[in-house]
Each structure stands twice: as structure tokens, then as C-alpha cells.
């Protein structure tokens, strides 16, 4: 739940960018469902493994895959979110640099590249939208 508090705060100036509320009708419900439906989420799990107790374990090795895994995970999520979000605001002229959380590095590309869609807008090809389309999913 930190990583993700710590992914939100710092990510805050994109979420304007990624809203669709002007060219979708039911941008309202994807708002309403960020503040009441997530938060809600996000603690179901915490409570879950605590009432099961399932905190306790005895086999370290696997605890440090699990937590190394979820690390590196977060890593690629953040940086691609970054990078996305961050180029959108570059095209735009909006991108306000922030410093407010801990960034982490390699979240904003310096000269990406990109390809022009047949309608005519930009489709990032460069840091890890190089390897693959919606890595941070």
C-alpha cells in the first residue's frame, strides 16, 4: 500500500492527463469509483491476510523472491507510467517538473521517440514502450 500511496503522490500532476471525463460520458463513474471503490479495494487484501494469519511462514527464501519480485514489479510499473504520462505532458506543453516524493530513475525520457498514428497522434515506441504495449498492466 506505500509503493502505491508513495506511485500516487508523486504521479499527481498526470492524473488531469489521464482522465477522460471530457471524451467519455461515464468519466464521472471512473472518478467516483477511484475515491470510493479503491480505497476499499486496496484494504480488503490487508485485512484478508491478517484475519487468516497468513503473516507467518517459514521459509525466508521465498519471502525475499515474493518481495524481490514485487519490487522490481513497481520499478517497471512506475517508470512506464511515468513515461507515458510524462510525454503526454511534454507534447502538450504542460509537464511541470516535481520533486515532492522520491522519483525514481528512468522515469522521464529525454528525446523519446515516437510514431504518428494513421489519425494523427503520437504512439510512444521508446523506453519501456519499446518492449512491449502496456507493460505496466
Known amino acids: 500500500?506505500?509503493?502505491?500511496?508513495?506511485?500516487?503522490m508523486k504521479g499527481e500532476e498526470c492524473i488531469v492527463a489521464t482522465w477522460d471525463i471530457f471524451h467519455e460520458k461515464w468519466g464521472w463513474m471512473l472518478i467516483f469509483w477511484n475515491m470510493?471503490?479503491?480505497?476499499?479495494?486496496?484494504?480488503a487484501q490487508s485485512f484478508f491476510i491478517i484475519r487468516q494469519n497468513l503473516l507467518h511462514h517459514s521459509n525466508p527464501i521465498l519471502t525475499?523472491?515474493?518481495f524481490t519480485s514485487l519490487l522490481v514489479a513497481y520499478y517497471v510499473w512506475d517508470t512506464a507510467?511515468?513515461?507515458?504520462?510524462?510525454?503526454r505532458l511534454e507534447l502538450r506543453g504542460t509537464l511541470v517538473r516535481r520533486w515532492a516524493f522520491p522519483?525514481?530513475?528512468?522515469?522521464?525520457?529525454?528525446?523519446?521517440?515516437?510514431?504518428?498514428?494513421?489519425?494523427?497522434?503520437?504512439l510512444l515506441v521508446d523506453g519501456w514502450w519499446r518492449y512491449a504495449r502496456k507493460i505496466h498492466y
Open 1 to 8: 500500500h506505500g509503493l502505491y500511496a508513495n506511485a500516487v
Open 36 to 43: 470510493a471503490g479503491v480505497p476499499f479495494i486496496y484494504s
Open 64 to 66: 525475499t523472491l515474493l
Open 81 to 87: 507510467q511515468s513515461q507515458k504520462n510524462r510525454f
Open 103 to 122: 522519483q525514481l530513475p528512468w522515469g522521464t525520457l529525454k528525446n523519446p521517440q515516437y510514431l504518428q498514428t494513421a489519425c494523427g497522434t503520437p
